[in-house]
């Protein structure tokens, strides 16, 4: 089992440029999420997905878009990039409805100019 | 909205030294209390988690956490550190009725020197 995998490890963007960022578990979860980390913030949730077919704004949504593509993927999308974005991006999964330990992926860090 | 208070930024100590770290969260609810762990360059993994029962819960690699559900609070102890506890520990918090979504602390460097 490879657990949660994210694309790119790295990746540096100019103001205004786009990106998608991949998420994929193979965990069988139903559960999808997308966080940053600043430092002294701790993670702060961007959006989720409950199950399959579903997506919902969590804390910090602004600026951002989230595609449910099946239920191993988990995609998330920044259209116009801005400084303020500029972030370490953690996607996670969870499985059954009274199990909320969280499995996070490597994170993702973006730098945008 | 519900937050999650940890009371300290930055921790240094030295190796066999006692670490407690504090969490405190809003909700007046039920809750799924955890702590995460994140060393250097990895990603987080969970160190323990209290969904009910024995409010005293432990974790991996020596650790726990107590419950204290009149003081809203779930601190994190270790009787003896070693180096390799050096890394970023976060609490986090699900309301009991918001079904998955997790409310982080702001972290906790800690530090631990030879």
């Known amino acids: 089992n490879a657990g949660v995998t994210q694309t790119p490890k790295f990746q540096v963007l100019k103001t205004g440029q786009s990106m998608t960022l991949q998420c994929a578990q193979d965990?069988?979860?139903?559960?999808m999420y997308w966080y940053r980390q600043d430092p002294g913030m701790g993670l702060r949730l961007i959006y989720y997905s409950a199950s399959e077919g579903t997506t919902d704004k969590g804390e910090v949504p602004n600026g951002y878009n989230v595609s449910r593509l099946n239920k191993r993927e988990f995609s998330l999308r920044l259209e116009s990039a801005a400084p303020s974005q500029t972030s370490v991006y953690f996607c996670a999964s969870n499985g059954l409805a009274g199990d909320n330990e969280q499995f996070f992926g490597p994170g993702t860090r973006l730098t945008v100019l | 909205a519900q937050s999650v208070s940890q009371h300290n930024h930055h921790v240094i100590l030295s190796e066999a030294a006692s670490l407690e770290l504090g969490c405190n969260y809003s909700y007046g609810g039920t809750v799924n209390l955890f702590w995460y762990v994140q060393y250097p360059g990895q990603h987080l993994q969970l160190l323990l988690k209290y969904f009910s029962g024995d409010p005293l819960v432990k974790g991996i690699k020596g650790f726990e956490a107590e419950f204290i559900k009149s003081k809203f609070s779930f601190n994190l102890r270790k009787p003896s550190v070693q180096w390799s506890d050096t890394a970023e520990y976060f609490c986090?918090?699900?309301?009991?009725?918001?079904?998955?979504?997790?409310?982080f602390g702001a972290g906790t460097q800690v530090v631990v020197t030879p």
């Open positions: 986090a918090v699900n309301e009991g009725d918001s079904w998955g979504k997790l409310q």
């Open positions: 965990m069988n979860h139903n559960s």
